[in-house]
C-alpha cells in the first residue's frame, strides 16, 4: 500500500504559515523560492540567516537584541546561539493577556475546566509570587509529579518566569523510577497531585509522594494540588502545603531577561540501560525551535485549537504547552484514551472542535484493533491536521486515518526526541502525505542518512545523523563536566556528527521513512533490517493484537524471534504462524521472516508507550535488565526469561 493519500489545495497552501514564511524569506534576502524543497536547501545552506527569520517571523519578545545568530555554524557540539540576546521564555508563552481561552482540561468522567488568558497569566504571578517568596532563584530546580492538568502548566510558567530550570514525571511512575530522575538533579520545590484518575478508578499518589521526599533532602517546600478531592490530608507529608494557600497576593509578573541558552528544561532519557541522563535545555532553544515547529510545520494560528495525548513525562506535553506563545487553545487531558469507550478523545475532538490532534502510532493501531469509525461517529469537520509520534506509523495506519477519520486532513508523522525537544522530521502544510512516511525533513536540520561507510544515501536504509548544529540541542548534560555522558550519547560514532540511533531512508522527494531504533536494528546472516518493516506486516492483521521483535544470538548469528500478543478470541496456531510468516515474506521480504514466532501474554513498554526490543533482547540472553521502573508494565518482562521455545533451533 503506497502512494499519494492526501495533497493540500492551492487555497490551503496560500493560507499557510509556511507559504506566508516562504514569501518572507524571497522579500527579505531577495530570493525566487517557490516550494519546500527550494526553502529546505536554503534553510540548511544558510542556517544563520533562516533562524534569524524565524527570530523575526515568530515575533519573539527579547529584553535585548542578539549580536550574533550563531558563533561557529560546523561546531558541534558547543556552537552558540544568540550570544548578547536576553528573553524570558515564560514571558513569550504569557504575551496574550486578554479573555481569549488559553488552556482546557477534561479528565475522565469531569466536565471541562476553561482558563482564558488573563486568567492564566494572574495564576501564573500568584504562583510566581509564592515561589519567590520562599526564595526559589534563576538556576533552581522546580520539578512536576503531575498529571496533564492546568495548574502543571501555571507551575511550569512561574518556575522559569523565574528563571528556574523545570522537570516533571506524571504520576505514573514508581517510586525508584521518579528518584532515578529528581534524586539526580536535587530539585528546591516539588509540585504534587494528591491522586489521579484511569480507567474509571481513582488512584492515590500521596504514599508515594511520601516516600519520595524522604529520599529527596534537597526539598524545600511541596505543594499538594487537590485533585481526586477536594481537601486531601497532606499531614503527613513534611514542609507541604495546600495548592490554594500557596499562592500569593502578586497580581503582576517580573520577567527577569536571561541568556538565550539560560537553562530552561531537564528532560529525561527512558532509562532502561541505566540512570535516565538528564538533559539539560536552554530556553531560547526551545522557545525558537518550537516555534518553527508550531507555526511552519504543524501550520498553527491563533484561531486554532490544539491538542496533544501526552503525560508531562513526555517531551510533547513540553511541545504543545509551547502552543501558548502562538495564542492558540491548547486542550490537556488526563485519563485513559479508551475510557468509557474507544471513542473518548474523538467525542472530546467534536466537542471543543480540536483542529490539530496529536497521538501516538500506538493509539492509532489500538484504534484500528477496535474497530472504531471516529469520522462516521463523530463530528470532525474543523480538524485539519493530525499529529502522530512515539513510534512508526505504519502503511495501514496512514490508510486507516483516511478511511476511518477524515479524508481531508493533513496526516503528520513526526519524528524527533527528548533529546532536542522537538523532530528531525515532520509535516509539510504546503506539500503532499504519502503512505509510511513522513512528509520532510525540519527546516535547517541537516539531516541524512548514512551508510555503514559513514556516506549520506538516497533511497537507501541508513543511520538518522544531523550534520549542522541546531539551537534546541541540549547545552549540557547534568553532572557531566566534561561532557563524556553527551559525547559518548551522540558523538562518538562520528565525531562532530550528532548520530541520533534511529534506522531510517530518505528517498529522492525528501520523505523520511523510520525503520526503527538502530541500536534494536536485526541483522540475520549480517543483513540489517529495521524492527519497523515487520510490525508493519503484523500489527495490522486481525489476529495479533501487538508485537515486538528482536534480534537472538544463537548459534554464532542472529535470527529474528517474533512475540505476539494474541487478540482476544485468537489462540497462536501453526496456521496463524503460516499466516504470519507468508505476510512477512510478500509484505517485506524472505529474510524479514522469523526464526521463531511466539506468544505471549503482554508486550512491555516504557512509560512514553515504547517499545523496549533491548531489554526483551537481553532478558532472553540471560542479561540483567537495569531500571524496570522505566518501563510502563516491568512484570511482562519476566514471561519472556522462562521460554523453553528459545532453547530450541
Known amino acids: 500500500m503506497t502512494g499519494l493519500l492526501w495533497k493540500p489545495s492551492e487555497e490551503r497552501i496560500k493560507n499557510s504559515n509556511m507559504y506566508r514564511f516562504l514569501l518572507f524569506i524571497n522579500e527579505r534576502y531577495r530570493l525566487n523560492l517557490n516550494d519546500y524543497d527550494g526553502l529546505y536547501r536554503w534553510s540548511i545552506d544558510h542556517i544563520p540567516d533562516f533562524w534569524a527569520s524565524v527570530w523575526d ?143 474509571g478508578k481513582v488512584l492515590d499518589s500521596l504514599g508515594r509522594i511520601a516516600s519520595i521526599i524522604k529520599e529527596l533532602p534537597s526539598l524545600e517546600k511541596v505543594i499538594v494540588v487537590p485533585y481526586t478531592e477536594k481537601e486531601p490530608d497532606i499531614s503527613s507529608l513534611p514542609n507541604a502545603v495546600h495548592y490554594q494557600d500557596f499562592k500569593s497576593s502578586e497580581d503582576h509578573l517580573v520577567f527577569p531577561q536571561l541568556p538565550f541558552d539560560h537553562p530552561l528544561y531537564i528532560m529525561f532519557t527512558s532509562g532502561t540501560t541505566g540512570l535516565p541522563k538528564c538533559m539539560v535545555q536552554g530556553a531560547g532553544g526551545i522557545l525558537i525551535n518550537h516555534l518553527k515547529e508550531l507555526l511552519l510545520h504543524t501550520n498553527l494560528k491563533r484561531e486554532d485549537t490544539i491538542f496533544y495525548f501526552t503525560t508531562c513525562g513526555w517531551m510533547m506535553w513540553n511541545w504543545v504547552v509551547s502552543s501558548l506563545a502562538v495564542g492558540a487553545r491548547v486542550v490537556l487531558f488526563d485519563g485513559s484514551p479508551f475510557y468509557p469507550n474507544p471513542g473518548a478523545l474523538w467525542k472530546m475532538a467534536q466537542d471543543e472542535k480540536i483542529t490539530i490532534f496529536g497521538t501516538s502510532a500506538g493509539y492509532i493501531a489500538a484504534l484500528m484493533n477496535e474497530g472504531v469509525k471516529p469520522g462516521k ?217 522469523p526464526a521463531k514466532i511466539i506468544a505471549v501474554p503482554e508486550i512491555p513498554y516504557t512509560l512514553n508507550m515504547k517499545k523496549v526490543e533491548i531489554s526483551v533482547k537481553k532478558i532472553i540472553e540471560g542479561k540483567t535488565v537495569q531500571n524496570r521502573d522505566a518501563l510502563k508494565n516491568p512484570e511482562a518482562l519476566d514471561y519472556y526469561a522462562k521460554l523453553k521455545e528459545l532453547r530450541e533451533d
Open 377 to 593: 461517529e463523530y463530528d470532525l469537520s474543523p480538524l485539519a491536521t493530525i499529529l502522530s509520534t512515539g513510534s512508526p506509523l505504519s502503511e495501514e495506519g496512514f490508510a486507516y486515518i483516511y478511511r476511518e477519520v477524515k479524508q481531508d486532513v493533513q496526516l503528520s508523522s513526526i519524528s524527533g526526541g527528548s533529546d532536542i525537544n522537538g523532530c528531525f522530521a515532520l509535516g509539510n502544510p504546503i506539500g503532499p502525505v504519502y503512505a509510511g512516511e513522513l512528509q520532510c525533513r525540519g527546516l535547517a536540520m541537516k539531516v541524512e542518512a548514512w551508510d555503514e561507510e559513514g556516506k549520506p544515501v538516497i533511497n537507501q536504509q541508513g543511520e538518522l545523523v544531523c550534520t549542522a548544529p541546531s539551537p534546541s540541542m541540549p547545552l549540557y548534560f547534568w553532572d557531566d563536566p566534561d561532557k563524556k555522558k553527551y559525547l559518548a550519547a551522540y558523538f562518538e560514532i562520528y565525531p562532530g556528527i550528532w548520530r541520533h540511533g534511529d534506522y531510517v531512508l530518505i528517498n529522492e522527494r525528501g520523505g523520511v521513512v523510520i525503520y526503527g531504533r538502530s541500536d534494536a536494528t536485526l541483522n540475520p546472516g549480517g543483513v540489517r533490517i529495521g524492527t519497523a518493516e515487520i510490525y508493519r506486516q503484523v500489527e495490522n492483521m486481525e489476529e495479533v493484537q501487538d508485537s515486538i521483535v528482536v534480534g537472538h544470538n544463537w548459534k554464532n548469528d542472529v535470527r529474528i524471534v517474533l512475540f505476539v500478543q494474541m487478540a482476544e478470541g485468537f489462540a497462536l496456531t501453526e496456521k496463524i504462524r503460516d499466516k504470519i510468516r507468508q505476510r512477512i515474506r510478500a509484505g517485506a521480504s524472505p529474510r524479514h521472516v
Open 57 to 199: 517571523f515568530g515575533g519573539i519578545k527579547a529584553g535585548r537584541s542578539y549580536d550574533q545568530v550563531i558563533d561557529n555554524p560546523a561546531r558541534m557540539p558547543g556552537a552558540k546561539w544568540f550570544s548578547g540576546g536576553r528573553l524570558n521564555f515564560a514571558e513569550n508563552l504569557l504575551r496574550i493577556r486578554d479573555d481569549s481561552p488559553a488552556l482546557v482540561f477534561k479528565g475522565e468522567d469531569h466536565e471541562p475546566v476553561r482558563m482564558t488568558y488573563g486568567k492564566l497569566y494572574d495564576e501564573v504571578a500568584k504562583i510566581a509570587g509564592g515561589l519567590r517568596e520562599i526564595g526559589v532563584k534563576a538556576g533552581d530546580r522546580v520539578a512536576g509529579f503531575m498529571p496533564n492538568m492546568p495548574e502543571t502548566v501555571v507551575a511550569m510558567l512561574a518556575a522559569t518566569s523565574l528563571g528556574a530550570v523545570w522537570s516533571s514525571c506524571s504520576p505514573d511512575f514508581g517510586i525508584k523510577g521518579v528518584l532515578d530522575r529528581f534524586g539526580q538533579i536535587k530539585p528546591k520545590v516539588l509540585f504534587v497531585a494528591n491522586g489521579y484518575f484511569f480507567k
